[in-house]
């Protein structure tokens, strides 16, 4: 994959997690919304040289990782499955295992989107996040949303 673009450190659960992430941009290419450049970009998350998250964002019409954000408060904490949050959400960009998410033994679905839009002087970037953590049996253990900028 070559040199990241970006390279950094994050404080997770009191342990030190270090990012490399890889990006690209098109004006070319088509966006899942009108006005968005398309790109892509590629995460990993190491902890003591081991991977242990992945996330895939994409505002190209092709592979758009968008997702429906006002579903977010259907899924509860012990009774929402797996299958559920995938069947709600789709196909997850991402994956998370311990000290990205809080219980070590839990995993997580990861599903992100990013869109930049404007010009170089009117520049809006906007970001959403749903981390969805679930236990040794499949239930959902813990739910992070967060959003950030303008649409």
């Keep these: 994959m070559g040199k990241p673009y970006q390279n950094g450190e994050l404080t997770k659960n009191g342990q030190i997690v270090k990012l490399k992430k890889y990006a690209y941009a098109s004006t070319s290419g088509e966006a899942v919304k009108s006005g968005v450049t398309p790109a892509r970009a590629m995460n990993f998350a190491l902890f003591n040289d081991t991977l242990v998250g992945d996330e895939f964002i994409s505002s190209f019409k092709s592979d758009s990782t968008d997702f429906d954000e006002s579903k977010v408060s259907s899924i509860v904490k012990g009774k929402t499955t797996r299958h559920e949050v995938i069947s709600t959400f789709g196909n997850p960009g991402g994956h998370a295992v ?16 990013t869109q930049v839009s404007g010009s170089a002087f009117s520049l809006k970037i906007y970001s959403k996040q749903l ?3 679930f236990n040794d049996k499949g239930l ?7 959003s ?4």
């Design 98 to 113: 311990y000290p990205l998410i809080k219980n070590k033994g839990d995993d997580a679905l990861i599903y992100s989107y």
């Design 140 to 146: 959902v253990s813990d739910v992070e949303f967060t």
């Design 148 to 151: 950030s900028g303008d649409k």
């Design 131 to 133: 981390i969805v953590a």
